[in-house]
């Protein structure tokens, strides 16, 4: 370690900050005015370098390099005022997750539509006009190209800010950021002013994919690899807050860079390995930072919405009839291996076999987002941790099968007793945030313990014992074990605590006043849903033979995000119609073409346009639509 050295670092953080400025800020106005959690922000980062990449290559010869580049921004903006008005401005009154679920399916359709039209190869672009070497600092030297990102930064910080306090548009920007439904009162065309915003921040997002080509190559990976560090940007700076937004950034980015200093160190005989820490250190200030200051460095405390929504619906028990229809599955799940012959390793048995742990895994989420109103965007947190609890239970301590399933699950429990009690003192976008904090740190964790959890590479070598994998044995307990879960997940809430957990979810102050300790029901729920997640997450450890980091990643929580919102959060019977659906389409779709993200975003966009309610939400209208002499009552 050597003082040149950590200036060299510190200088590379400058030129890193300023590129996640880029992206944040536009992040930050359209999240601080149209409240959208936005995940396709990303993906327009990704689109401005390929944009940038064809238009460098076609035009530099004609108009030059610099006027070629910006070419790609001025794109994006235009793209995303395109997507604002022919999808989000549909959405824009429904809850916060079917506006995740709409951006996340753009995400999946952007990727392909890049791979369609550059191919998956990076691509990597020429050296920027006139900054094509060093300079000399100190006895190091220091790319110019990083030295113009660490202009650039400042100089939009210094636009942005004079467009929002010296223009009539910056007003309603600010104002809408403080309280929307007032601006809208006032009868200003809130439609346009989110269009406009919408454009302005995919535009910025665009510039910083596009002057991150000289530096990088553009990849079908930028997108899910930026928005993470772009969401927690936004939180710890202040939702809307732009110089929040600078400040985060850099505070980010220059932390990155003290633990790449740092290096390997010996504190107290213990080597730590603050390099690693890189993966993780952005969500290790956000879940400070939200802890400490929900909204922010630099932010407010929201506004409270005056208009309540649509009101949830209450659970009632099902009727004889869904009764009956329910047994009668169960009895043909049962029963069709003897019928078919489909063994062990047949596609039906082993597909199935998915659909159930999908089923439990998204039965476990909708216990705290449907009745105990908590959005989580780290659940695969508690998935992963019951996998990695059965399958090093099995691979260190030799247990078998069945007491890694009984004490699988109670990693994942503890972990949820751990992270709930920091989670339970936050509510809406901020507890949304702080999940997704907890669960990369837990995500870093098993990626970087090579001794312990195997690293990159997981655990393998985790069967089932030769009792149960002859046969459809293994089938049917796997179909045990999650009918067992569902039911009783089903049964805890018309239990006390789940009339409890949705009161809480309906009024906590109401709640609070009538004895109910609001905080308590909401841990225990917490707790109860991390579990069942861990449960399904032993299960799939032993279907797959192992486990890898991937099964705790932010892609595995969006995965059981969808699942409920495909299936309807308002109906228990959601999550298994959702998980059922979603298994077997990414497994049929997958099978059949290369571009099997953008067909699944398709169905997910055509969802949430024309069926709101989800799938069983759907079918319970229709049923009520066929018999108008019932009572609408839904039923689970």
């Known amino acids: 370690m050597s003082a040149t050295g950590l200036l060299a670092q510190l200088l590379n953080g400058l030129a890193s900050a300023s ?13 601080g005015v149209t409240r959208t959690i936005n995940f ?37 903006g235009l793209l995303g005022a395109a997507v604002e008005m ?90 809408a950021t403080q309280d929307r439904e007032m601006v809208g009162a006032l009868g200003v065309n809130q439609a346009w002013l989110f269009t406009a915003v919408f454009a302005l921040g995919t ?58 200093w740092l290096g ?37 405390p929201q506004a409270l919405a005056r208009s309540g929504g649509e009101p949830e619906q209450p659970l009632r028990p099902a009727g ?42 998204a039965a476990s989420l909708h216990f705290i987002l449907g009745p105990g109103g908590m959005h989580s965007f780290g659940h695969a947190a508690y998935f992963g941790l019951g996998a990695y609890g059965a399958a090093l239970l099995v691979h260190l301590l030799a247990l078998p099968m ?64 030769e009792w149960a994998s002859s046969g459809a044995v293994f089938y049917w307990v796997a179909l045990a074990v999650c009918a067992a879960g569902l039911w009783l997940l089903r049964r805890l809430l018309f239990s006390p605590l789940g009339y409890a957990l949705r009161a809480t979810r309906d009024s906590a102050l109401r709640a609070d006043a009538i004895g109910v300790d609001v905080r308590r029901v909401q841990w225990t729920a917490f707790v109860i849903a991390g579990l069942f997640g861990g449960l399904a997450g032993a299960l799939f450890a032993f279907s797959k033979g192992g486990v890898a980091p991937d099964a705790m990643s932010v892609a595995k929580s969006v995965d059981a995000l969808v699942m409920v919102l495909l299936g309807g959060v308002q109906t228990l019977a959601g999550p298994v119609a959702g998980a059922a659906v979603f298994t077997w389409l990414h497994d049929t779709v997958a099978r059949n073409t290369e571009y099997w993200r953008a067909l699944m975003g398709a169905v997910m966009l055509v969802l949430v ?25 839904p039923q689970p």
């Open 402 to 465: 069945e007491a890694a399933l009984l004490l699988g699950p109670l990693v994942a429990a503890a972990g949820a007793l751990l992270y709930g009690w920091f989670c339970v003192r936050l509510s809406g976008v901020y507890l949304t945030m702080l999940t997704l904090a907890l669960a990369q740190i837990s995500w870093a964790i098993v990626f970087q313990w090579d001794d312990f959890t195997g690293g990159s590479n997981g655990v393998t070598g985790v069967w089932p014992p």
């Open 320 to 361: 004889r009839g869904a009764s009956a229809a329910w047994i009668a599955l169960l009895a043909a799940l049962v029963l069709l291996p003897l019928v078919t012959g489909a063994g062990v390793g047949s596609y039906a048995a082993v597909l199935l076999t998915d659909i159930f742990i999908a089923a439990l895994f």
């Open 609 to 633: 346009l024309v069926f709101p309610q989800g799938i069983s939400g759907f079918a319970q209208a229709l049923q009520a639509r066929l018999a108008p002499g019932k009572r609408e009552e």
């Open 19 to 31: 590129s996640l400025f880029l992206v944040s800020v536009g992040l930050s106005l359209i999240f």
């Open 203 to 260: 535009l910025l997002a665009g510039l910083g994919g596009a002057l991150q080509l000289p530096r990088e190559p553009a990849s079908l990976e930028m997108d899910m690899l930026t928005i993470g560090a772009a969401f927690v940007v936004v939180v710890v700076g202040g939702m809307g807050s732009i110089a929040g937004a600078f400040i985060a950034a850099l505070l980010v980015a220059e932390l990155k860079a003290v633990c790449i």
């Open 264 to 300: 390997v160190q010996q504190i107290a005989g213990v080597e730590i390995s603050f390099s690693k820490l890189t993966l993780v250190v952005e969500f290790l200030v956000m879940a400070v930072v939200l802890v400490w200051r929900p909204w922010g460095l630099l932010g407010k």
């Open 86 to 175: 022919l999808l989000l401005r549909r959405i824009y009154q429904a809850p916060e997750l079917f506006q995740l679920l709409a951006t996340f399916a753009l995400v999946l359709v952007i990727k392909d539509a890049a791979l369609w039209l550059w191919g998956p190869e990076e691509l990597f672009g020429p050296r920027a006009a006139g900054f094509e070497g060093s300079v000399q600092i100190l006895d190091r030297r220091f790319p110019a190209y990083d030295l113009l990102l660490m202009a650039i930064g400042p100089l939009v910080l210094l636009g942005l800010t004079l467009l929002l306090t010296k223009t009539r548009f910056g007003t309603l920007v600010r104002a």
């Open 40 to 76: 396709a922000h990303g993906s327009f980062y990704m689109l401005g370098a390929f944009i940038a990449y064809s238009s460098v290559e076609a035009l530099s010869p004609h108009i030059g390099f610099w006027p070629a580049l910006l070419l790609a921004p001025l794109a994006c």
